[in-house]
């Protein structure tokens, strides 16, 4: 093969490597498929699992039940077990997190980064998936992870939205769309959180007429103290209609009287 | 022998004048055995007071802790600034009847020093807050203990005043708002959002049908009026947990200044005084008290070019929206009428006119101070926390998670003489059994649950390292068909967890056994004769040992961290400053000496020609350094004696707030003990000894011969 050949040779492969690489306009595709697969249109019940690692302590376990109404954009949770967390729970409404506490029947406003439960877990991993809504999507590599063939897609924050963390690096199967792992950071560009999304299980909804996706496990690690992990299993999940005013103070107050 | 003596100190009195450079000699050892007089005396002192104020305020004469603590106990912090990492005693009964049976030992206090934030939210938050409480006790579902005597008309009223303090401070947003926008050109979604949600609570409509549906309306509020306000803020607060009982007999310099004392065997939160008024207390009453303080100090003081004062009357000038806030409509017109007629003005702009009183002068200051507190505290929530509700207090338990307790505030106390301390003045008192809950201890039922939920869960572990390997190594499926569930809420709810009674808490009386019987973190140890401490300390180490408590006993002054090393730290630097100023003393004086023996050359020649011994000699030279130490070094003790008793009749002030606490009040009043003078007169005899041998053994070989060829 003449030197002539090999360059025209590299060449094409470069530029067929380049097109393999997904667009903007696919990446966004991806981050609604991502949205849309855990979007619900009706009601939404999940009764989940919590572990929280940290070093030279005993694990926290918890059980929480999160309610989540996409339509009207609600969600709250509240905590099953053990006894000592039993009624204590938390409510999203608007821009407000809310957590409650019935030991002392006092209710607090709290961040966007509270740690659900005294977890790693945050808000974000329970709602309504809002990706391609709040991120501009950039393309960076070709990556394997464990032994799939993902892409890492570097998310923005769009000017003007409100997000925890400002940039989020995603790595994505790009045959079917599953977001595997996910790291956050922070506005310095420290690197905050990793998580891994193992397993995705789907139910089909009668309201969605298709079917609803969620994290069977989430594990997550803390990077800042780097001992600390959490484990998020959905244990089940519920898709009857939830009670009609159910997403007040009043009601997960009521769960503890 | 003595007739000898008696020669050699007549020789010695007779030369002590006649060189200068004996001057020079007793100039040193007076300034030398002046600063030792004074430098331990001070020390002595500054030990006494600063015991005083560790042993009354928290410390006790002997702590004990776990032996299996991480880290040592450190009262007032440690090296790395945080609380150190103790374990916990978990049968605190069987360490005090042990214990109990030295000897020594008066009593034992059990504690736990922790520290917690404490959030209150914003301004409408706390009202809001406060008005849907009020709603539920009126629809019988009242869980605040406070409001559980509150019916009737009394109720009525209450909620119309937090209605109306609620309109009230709409009206203020709404100007605010109208401001931003004409001044700032502020038009974004978030203003528009905000001017909207102002625009339907400032609407009748929205008040008329309030009660009908009061737990909705306050939802709006709560959700879209209250994040508007952005003066939330978070308060650390530092607590020791304790048997209260025990320790108000125990440390008897303990006041209760406002309130009363928590009754016997209840839980109940008593605030120490000088963080209630640094931090609890409206800031700018605050700062008219700073400046008040300031000038009543009596060191002509004044507000004008005072860097401090001006600040803090620019910053009451600034902020007044905490003011502003707390008033309702027809507070806040009575206070305007009010203002209008001190300042002889027309003006209605509240913010203002507030302005306007907070600008004080020299001239104006005590009549606007007297003014704010006749006129306008009145009608304010002078403090964040009134003496008599309940506080919530959230800390993260040593397990981690987050536990909230409510406490009852029963009233502020200060110690004696520590009024003024940030350091005896910012840890706050708590009863052992609220200090329990929010530490968490795990006990082995909440162990043993955690541990059937975790075995319930089945999940494989998985590290950090090899979590990429172990989640997607095997390329299993990721994903999977799942059949939706029903999740019966009741039936994940045991109903026993969290039904606490606050009120049943509030009034639940302990006994002594409940209070005792239980985890503690540390104890204080009061002895009945503190001389004994060293041997007490010995005693308790070895009755753990013997009896197998895994405690370890340590003094106050270790037990107060890195506090306690000060005097240590200020001993050593005493000590060598000391060191110092004696090695150049004993240069110069050994330099003086062979002078002065060189000079004699002649006379101790002649003396030894008419037959002095050698020895004759050598005691010679040392008796008059003796007798030169002994003058001088009496001089000078009495020159020190004299300055510690001008310290001692007019003492040295505080200035600083450490200093307040290592004083252990305002002045400290240094006194002068036997002892310190003795080790004065001691060392300067010591060190002049020495610092004379060389000459002295010189002038003994002086030689007849020599001393006759120098004549010739």
Known sequence: MSPKTLLAAVLVLAASARAADPTKEELVGMLKTIDDRQRNGGDYKALIYLEQKEKEKADIV??????????????????TKPKSEEGKGYLRINKNLWSYDPGTGKWERTTERERIGGTNSQRRDFDESRLAEEFDPTFEANEKLGKFDVIRVSLAAKPGVDVPYPVIKLWIDPTNSNELKRQELALSGRLMRTTYYPKWNKIYSASKKGDVWFPGEIRIFDEVEKSNQTLVLFKNVDLNPLDGNMFTKAWLESKSR | MIARLVVLVQIALRNLFASFINFIIGGIILVGTCTTVVGGGMLDSL????????????????????????????????????????????????????????????????????????????????????????????????????????????????????KAHVRQIVNVLKGDYTKAKVLLKKDTEETREGEEALARVSDDGFWAGFDTDPYGSLEYLENRIAPLVTDSDLLFIRYAGTNLDTFQQSFDRMRVIDGQKVPEGHRGFLIAKFFY?????????????????????????????????ERLVKENQAQTRDVILQLDGIKTAQVIAALQKLLKTE??????????????????????????????????????????????????????????VNVKVYGTFSFEGLEKSPLAGSMCLMDLMSFRDLYGYLTTDKLEEMKALKAGAQAKEVSREHAEDDLFGGGDVVEAQA????????????????????????????????????????????????????????????LSEKDGLSIKAVSWQDAAGLLGQFILVAKLVLFFFVGVIFVVAMVIINNAMMMATLQRTQTIGTMRAIGAQ????LTMVLVETLVLGLVFGV?????????????????????????????????????????????ALVIIL???????????????????????????
Do not use: W
């Open chain 1, 62 to 79: 918890r059980e929480v039940i999160v309610y989540r109404r996409d339509e009207s954009d609600q969600l709250m949770f509240l905590f």
């Open chain 2, 47 to 162: 030990d006494r007071s600063m015991s005083r104020s560790v042993i009354g305020s928290v410390a006790g004469h002997v702590q004990i802790y776990s032996t299996k603590s991480k880290d040592e106990l450190a009262l007032f912090g440690g090296m790395t600034g945080g609380d150190p990492e103790l374990a916990a005693m978990t049968d605190f009964a069987k360490v005090k009847t042990a214990l109990e049976t030295l000897p020594n030992v008066k009593t034992v206090v059990p504690m736990g020093v922790s520290g917690a934030l404490i959030t209150s939210g914003n301004t409408v938050d706390l009202v809001l807050a406060r008005l849907r409480d009020l709603y539920k006790v009126r629809d019988g579902k009242n869980v605040n203990p406070d409001l559980a005597d509150l019916s009737g008309p009394a109720l009525t009223e209450q909620i119309a005043a937090q």
């Open chain 2, 277 to 309: 008024e640094n931090n609890m207390k409206l800031k700018n009453a605050r700062r008219l008290d700073q400046i008040k303080e300031a000038l009543d100090e009596g060191n002509n003081r004044v507000i004008k070019g005072d860097p401090v004062l």
């Open chain 2, 347 to 404: 003006q209605t702009d509240f913010a203002e006119l507030l302005t306007s009183f907070f600008t004080t002068d020299d001239q104006n200051f005590r009549e606007r101070y007297d003014f704010f507190y006749k006129e306008i505290a009145p009608k304010l929530q002078l403090y964040r926390v009134k003496v008599g509700d309940s506080l919530t207090i959230k800390a993260f338990t040593k397990s981690g998670y987050v536990q909230s």
């Open chain 2, 483 to 542: 059949t939706a569930g029903v999740i019966d809420d009741k039936a994940q709810l045991s109903g026993t967890g969290q039904a606490m009674h606050q009120e049943d808490l509030v009034k639940r009386v302990y006994s002594r056994e409940e209070i005792e019987n239980g985890v503690v973190l540390n104890a204080a140890v009061m002895l009945k004769d503190p001389a004994r401490l060293k041997q007490t300390i010995a005693d308790i180490n070895a």
């Open chain 2, 614 to 617: 050698r020895s004759f000699v």
């Open chain 2, 635 to 679: 001089l000078g003790m009495g020159l020190g004696t004299g300055f510690m008793s001008y310290l001692g009749s007019h003492g040295i002030n505080a200035t600083t707030d450490i200093m307040y606490f290592f004083f252990s009040g305002p002045k400290l009043l240094p006194t002068l003990s036997a002892g310190n003078l003795i080790a």
């Open chain 2, 686 to 712: 010591v060190v002049s000894s020495l610092s004379t041998l060389i000459p002295a053994v010189i002038a003994t070989r002086v030689s007849p011969l020599r001393a006759m060829q120098t004549d010739e």
